[in-house]
């Protein structure tokens, strides 16, 4: 292959990202109804065309280089660092009565929503939670939507807590872990359909390394170093 066909390849691939799987069917759907529209009226059609090019974007599943150094805590998640708190976790986690950091990452309708593991461990403990769809950027949401609670233990017996919470629009969450299950960092483990949130209960006494407002990267962004002795982050808008 010549030089400049490799790199109109890559350039192919950078843009055409891979689908997740759980996105095809909502594709059709959208692509048959849009042509059923198109049938009654074409404007009809340029919006159902519209429509169904948001929803193959929307379920993109792009591939993330994952930084592995040993204590390194990743994004599970796109979006943006909403709020960073002290908080109990939930009861369902089993991560005991003490405060922990959260930090809570919103996903708006444009983001990446495949969520992806944020530290090497094991699947400890899962629990689903029916409940309400309440706007994912409210506090409330962490404690009234409805959600998948995820509990990683790393090597040396740390926990971590992982929470997908559905949002206004999201009716469906994907998870496809196991408990007792053993997971890499960075390793995509499901998706949450269309906005939402992803809630991250850091280990006691460690300090995050993102900011609040700042754009999280799934897969890639450190969220914390559990080898760190760096002080909490302060950061300004330009």
């Not at 849009?34 to 519209?50: D, Q, Y």
């Not at 960073?84 to 003490?98: F, H, N, Q, S, T």
């Not at 400890?124 to 233990?153: C, M, P, W």
């Not at 006691?204 to 559990?226: F, K, N, R, Y």
Request: glycine share 8%; charged share 20%; net charge neutral.
């Amino acid at each position: 292959m010549k030089p400049e066909d490799n790199h109109l390849l890559q350039t192919i691939k950078s843009v055409i990202v891979p689908i997740h799987p759980a996105g095809w069917m909502f594709i059709a759907i959208f692509a048959i109804v849009s042509l059923a529209l198109s049938m009654v009226w074409s404007g009809f059609g340029c919006i159902g065309m519209v429509l169904t090019a948001w929803c193959v974007y929307f379920f993109r599943d792009p591939e993330r280089i994952t930084p592995l150094r040993e204590g390194l805590i990743v994004s599970p998640a796109d979006g943006v660092v909403q709020k960073i708190c002290k908080c109990v976790p939930p009861a369902e986690l089993d991560l005991g009565d003490a405060e922990r950091v959260r930090v809570s990452i919103f996903l708006n309708v444009f983001n990446v929503h495949v969520n992806r593991i944020p530290i090497e461990g094991s699947i400890s403990k899962l629990h689903y939670q029916h409940g309400k769809f309440v706007n994912a950027s409210l506090d409330k949401a962490s404690e009234e939507n409805e959600r998948q609670s995820i509990k990683v233990t790393t090597p040396d017996g740390l926990t971590i807590g992982v929470v997908q919470i559905a949002g206004l629009v999201a009716r469906r969450i994907l998870c496809d872990l196991k408990e007792g299950q053993s997971v890499k960092t960075g390793e995509k483990f499901g998706i949450i359909r269309f906005g939402s949130r992803t809630d991250v209960y850091l280990p006691p006494d460690v300090i995050p390394l993102v900011i609040e407002g700042q754009t999280a990267i799934g897969g890639e962004t450190v969220i914390a170093d559990l080898k760190s002795s760096e002080g909490e982050r302060v950061g300004t808008k330009h």
